[in-house]
């Protein structure tokens, strides 16, 4: 038996979870956040509601937040030194050293801000789950080839262990996004989303709302796209039990849902952290995506490149700048 468990081990370490297609859910996963806090004013982020008077919120767990640490008049501060971190995570540049502060900052921003939504709060999980995986990838960009999983098969092991629990994580949300729907009657009788992309809060836009008028009027289509969407969770779900030939489908289908509620509904942080949430899950991370790999060598720093940069400038120029 345990001859059995080593050989299982041996194949699974063949596969290297270090490869740019983790690293692409990470970008994403920060795109997401940096979207919020760049486009969100602080006192939008920490505004006082829902009977609370004081912000940000430092309950329970909240209290190990950024935006708790800081004094009240510096969050602003907060703000910027979140986007700071979520640009350098976003380039990829040494996952291991950017794994704990890219956590800290979506952790930060679903416990603190007034307003955290599903997307904040998937990021934060798939950011802690993820840390295993980070920590333990020596790569300088998270973009680069993925070296042998056999050359260090115990960190290799633990990595691969965490990004099965994404799986299962990702897996639990769409099985409970898909079941509890059934329960709601606007979803179970096919009016759902008449009634979501009609709302004045989270409805389609103004000028798409003319264009889905018609859309929106003929009752069968509406039934078939609110219970095609219980569908397509549900069978998002079932892929943690399908052969990875059949996933691909399923991460198109995956992809393009959230693209249209991004698209509709204006949920744009929402929609990054799902595409992540979806690569991660359906997309094999043994299979490095193409045109991703040629990125890595374009960020390479090459030795004299500050003295190449120099041509062009005029001798007298380049001799002051030299000499500083």
């Given at each position: 038996m345990l001859t059995r468990l080593g050989l299982a081990c041996a194949r699974l370490i063949a596969n290297?979870?270090?490869?740019?297609?983790?690293?692409?859910?990470?970008?994403?996963?920060?795109?997401?956040?940096?979207?919020?806090?760049?486009?969100t004013s602080t006192s939008a982020l920490f505004t006082p509601m829902l009977g609370r008077t004081t912000t940000?919120?430092?309950?329970?767990?909240?209290?190990?937040?950024?935006?708790c640490m800081l004094p009240s008049d510096q969050l602003e501060l907060g703000r910027?030194?979140?986007?700071?971190?979520?640009?350098?995570?976003?380039?990829?540049?040494?996952?291991?050293?950017?794994?704990?502060?890219?956590?800290?900052?979506?952790?930060?921003?679903?416990?603190?801000?007034?307003?955290?939504?599903?997307?904040?709060?998937?990021?934060?999980?798939?950011?802690?789950?993820?840390?295993?995986?980070?920590?333990?990838?020596?790569?300088?960009?998270?973009?680069a080839q993925a070296p042998p999983g056999s050359d260090r098969p115990y960190a290799a092991l633990v990595a691969l262990a965490a990004?099965?629990?994404?799986?299962?994580?990702v897996a639990g949300v769409y099985l409970h996004a898909s079941i509890a729907k059934l329960g709601v009657t606007e979803w179970a009788n096919g009016t759902a989303l008449y009634y979501w992309?009609?709302?004045p809060t989270f409805g389609t836009p103004l000028w798409l709302r003319d264009f889905l008028r018609p859309v929106l009027s003929a009752g069968p289509v509406v039934a078939a796209l609110t219970w095609g969407t219980i569908a397509l969770e549900f069978a998002l779900a079932v892929g943690l039990f399908l052969p990875k030939r059949r996933w691909k489908p399923l991460l198109v289908g995956g992809l393009t849902l959230h693209a249209g509620i991004a698209v509709l509904m204006g949920l744009?942080?929402?929609?990054?952290?799902?595409?992540?949430?979806?690569?991660?899950?359906?997309?094999?991370?043994?299979?490095?995506?193409?045109?991703?790999?040629?990125?890595e060598p374009?960020?390479?720093?090459?030795?004299?490149?500050?003295?190449?940069?120099?041509?062009?400038?005029?001798?007298?120029?380049?001799?002051?700048?030299?000499a500083g």
């Open positions: 290297s979870p270090w490869t740019n297609v983790y690293g692409l859910a990470r970008t994403l996963l920060a795109l997401g956040t940096l979207g919020t806090l760049t486009f940000p919120n430092c309950d329970g767990a909240a209290t190990i937040s950024l935006y910027l030194l979140s986007i700071a971190v979520l640009l350098v995570v976003a380039s990829g540049w040494r996952p291991r050293f950017t794994a704990l502060p890219h956590w800290w900052v979506a952790f930060s921003v679903q416990a603190s801000i007034s307003i955290p939504d599903g997307g904040d709060q998937i990021t934060a999980v798939l950011a802690l789950l993820l840390l295993p995986v980070a920590l333990t990838d020596r790569r300088r960009w998270h973009w990004m099965f629990l994404i799986r299962l994580q992309l009609n709302d744009s942080s929402f929609a990054l952290a799902m595409f992540a949430a979806l690569i991660l899950f359906l997309r094999p991370w043994e299979h490095p995506i193409g045109p991703l790999s040629r990125l374009r960020l390479r720093v090459r030795p004299g490149w500050f003295i190449e940069s120099l041509r062009g400038i005029p001798r007298r120029w380049r001799k002051r700048i030299l």
